[in-house]
């Protein structure tokens, strides 16, 4: 009798880590990026609102290169862990939020932000997003997390801080920092709702601000001349580095 062959492994970027339903039903599913990811990421940024890309990168009219989305789902292990979340449209699986954290210098702090989908917010993702970058970044051993948010963006504020988060001043007033300590003990996360469930969850904002200036030399750059941006010289947006950095940048 002839054997059938045995599946092909599942390659580990494509293993969801959470999989449920949608308050209308649409099977949401969050996993790492991955380099087969490019078309989704330029697709899901040029979706995304004025507001929402001004919240995210610092600039309402942010355009995304298609060699930026390359190295954004290319992430170097060592540095930067990355997440999506996918909606399963019409055959078809269509990004509808992104979340990533970047390590340190001291390689025990890390730095994360996430952006939702205008469509896709109020939802419950951001909540998923960050518990599970929470998640990462204890098993990980690190020792603290935290994110720069527009004081103005009052739904994530409120929302990190029912994560666990504390908020800290920066030396700019329209910039707020997002603290938590990590223990290694994921236990104390808020509970999620379990997985395939109906998920209308607490509503957030659209975005943390990418990882600041500090993460790489183009970006401390950038920071010197946006001046338009209300949190220049703190949190401005990077062309060269638009989310975090990855494996050919060395921060400076």
């Avoid at 339903?21 to 004025?50: I, K, N, Q």
């Avoid at 210098?105 to 109020?122: I, P, T």
């Avoid at 739904?155 to 997002?178: N, W, Y």
Wanted: hydrophobic fraction near 35%.
């Amino acid at each position: 009798m002839r054997a059938h062959p045995a599946p092909a492994p599942v390659p580990p970027h494509h293993r969801p880590f959470n999989v449920w339903r949608a308050a209308d039903g649409t099977t949401l599913t969050l996993r790492p990026v991955c380099p087969e990811d490019v078309e989704r990421t330029l697709r899901f940024v040029e979706s995304l609102s004025y507001g929402t890309r001004y919240f995210r990168f610092g600039r309402g009219d942010f355009r995304l290169e298609e060699a930026e989305a390359r190295c954004i789902c290319s992430p170097n292990p060592t540095e930067c862990v990355a997440f999506i979340v996918l909606a399963a449209r019409e055959g078809d699986e269509q990004e509808v939020a992104s979340g990533r954290y970047c390590l340190d210098a001291d390689g025990r702090s890390c730095e994360f932000a996430l952006v939702v989908g205008d469509d896709w917010q109020g939802n419950g993702i951001a909540r998923r997003l960050i518990a599970t970058l929470i998640d990462s970044a204890s098993r990980r051993g690190l020792a603290r997390m935290y994110g720069r948010v527009l004081a103005t963006n009052r739904s994530m504020i409120a929302l990190a801080q029912r994560m666990g988060f504390h908020l800290k001043p920066t030396e700019s007033r329209a910039v707020v920092e997002v603290e938590r300590l990590l223990d290694g003990d994921t236990t104390t996360l808020p509970p999620m709702p379990p997985t395939q469930s109906i998920d209308g969850t607490a509503p957030e904002g659209p975005a943390c601000l990418l990882p600041g200036p500090q993460v790489c030399r183009n970006a401390a750059r950038r920071a010197k001349r946006g001046a338009d941006h209300p949190a220049a010289g703190v949190n401005a947006s990077c062309r060269a580095c638009p989310w975090a950095p990855w494996a050919n940048h060395r921060r400076g």
